[in-house]
């Protein structure tokens, strides 16, 4: 039997709220192809308590590490491993609180547990809710369950598009709803501040329309950060930090098709951060085909992601060496880099709430950068190495 409706069905059970839209229920043995297909329903009960679980092992050759993820050269079974518990009060018929609470495992098992989400929200009408607290920038399609690995067909999303860390903001955005013909719009304001390990920024705002009918559903999207302040956790022995005077400018366009045979999901975006020289702009996209077979899903990936700057080349900082003491000058060329992916993978969906995928991936075209993996961008291994492969077998739930 093909399980049809299977994305929008979790988004129900599991998330609740993608970006304060829920998604059409259905019978429980019949899960359905509209997988990203908003109805823009309201939670009706007073409590919802829902977690997701990833498990699984991945592998790489060589050993790599990116912003979200990391591939160690043996087999690893902690990298992938994430929980998470989401619960939402309905306190009257227009208001009800949310919170969200992850826990990820580092290597060696180490657990990094933060509040992700912990925010109100209010119906004004039946069109337009209000939201704020501790909310999710809504950078991506899949921005607010991206940790979640049943809400979407890869073991990761795409790294090209997705390599910026998810953070989280203080805030408040509007959403308002709008049908016209066939179609179902959803806009979205938001605005607040981040202050996170990575970033710090007193202002942030942007807006995203997601419009949807049939089978294609689409997502433009645009986000600014203003005043912000940049860590490099690469380098923990460095206690400085980095302003960033310019605007950072984010544009992203996402476009879906899924009819219950095939599958198509695309993304493109463009980072644009002004003349900085310690974070370079960059163009990333990627396009996936899957082909829905029974309980099958098997799927075929590209990616690219690339930076823009072409500011002269100067030193970052001084990297500070023990014995003998002295001090090596790191210049902004690190920053520079080139990734094209193709990707196989397989997901086989067990029942309505739980899947197992496979996928490989193989990153090339690194032009001498080390592509996106910082491991080889900040070390000399960067020009010996022009390739990676990278294996992962994952079993996700929702509960």
């Known amino acids: 039997m093909r399980y049809h409706k299977l994305y929008s069905r979790w988004l129900i ?18 899960v359905g192809s509209e997988s990203f297909k908003p109805s823009f329903n309201k939670p009706r009960s007073d409590l919802h308590i ?30 992938k491993a994430i929980l998470g518990l989401q619960a939402t009060y309905q306190l009257t018929s ?18 990094d547990t933060d509040l992700d989400w912990a925010f109100f929200r209010y119906h004004l009408t039946d069109d337009l809710t209000f939201r704020a607290g501790r909310l999710r920038l809504p950078l991506y399609f899949f921005s607010e369950s991206a940790e979640v690995g049943f809400s979407y067909p890869w073991v990761t999303p795409p790294s090209e598009v997705y390599v910026v860390p998810l953070f989280d903001y203080e805030g408040a955005d509007f959403l308002y709803s709008m049908p016209t013909g066939d179609w179902i719009h959803q806009l979205q304001v938001f605005g607040g501040s981040v202050d996170t390990e990575i970033l710090k920024a ?5 807006i995203n329309l997601t419009s949807s009918s049939g089978p294609w559903t689409y997502r433009a999207s645009f986000l600014e950060v203003n005043d912000a302040e940049l860590n490099y956790p690469t380098f923990p022995q460095l206690e400085s930090s980095f302003d960033i005077w310019d605007a950072i400018d984010y544009y992203a366009a996402a476009a879906i098709y899924d009819d219950g045979d095939w599958l198509l999901i695309s993304e493109l975006s463009v980072l644009d951060t002004g003349s900085s020289t310690v974070l370079f ?13 029974d309980h099958w899903l098997p799927y075929f990936s590209y990616g690219k992601s ?4 072409e500011a002269p080349s100067q030193v970052l900082f001084e990297l500070p060496v023990e014995f003998p003491p002295f001090s090596i000058p790191v210049y902004s060329d690190i920053l520079e880099f080139t990734t094209t992916s193709y990707s196989l993978g397989l997901r086989y969906n067990l029942n309505a709430n739980t899947s197992v995928k496979f996928q490989w991936s ?3 075209d690194f032009d001498g950068t080390g592509g996106r993996f910082f491991n080889l961008r900040f070390s000399n291994s960067t020009t010996d190495v022009d390739s990676v492969d990278t294996f992962a077998l994952v079993i996700d739930m929702v509960f």
């Open 94 to 111: 227009k208001f009800n609180v949310t919170g969200q609470i992850v826990s990820k495992a580092d290597k060696d098992w180490g657990l």
């Open 202 to 206: 007193s202002t942030t705002y942007g």
């Open 306 to 309: 690339y930076t823009t700057n």
């Open 50 to 79: 829902n977690g997701f679980l990833t498990v699984g092992v991945n592998h790489a050759d060589p050993e790599v590490t990116s912003t979200n993820e990391s591939y160690r050269s043996d087999l690893s079974f902690d990298t």
């Open 281 to 293: 702009g960059k163009n990333s996209g990627y396009i996936t085909i899957g082909k829905y077979i």
């Open 13 to 30: 059970t599991c998330l609740l709220l993608l970006p304060a839209v829920s998604y059409s229920d259905t019978s429980s043995d019949e």
């Open 362 to 364: 193989h990153f090339t």
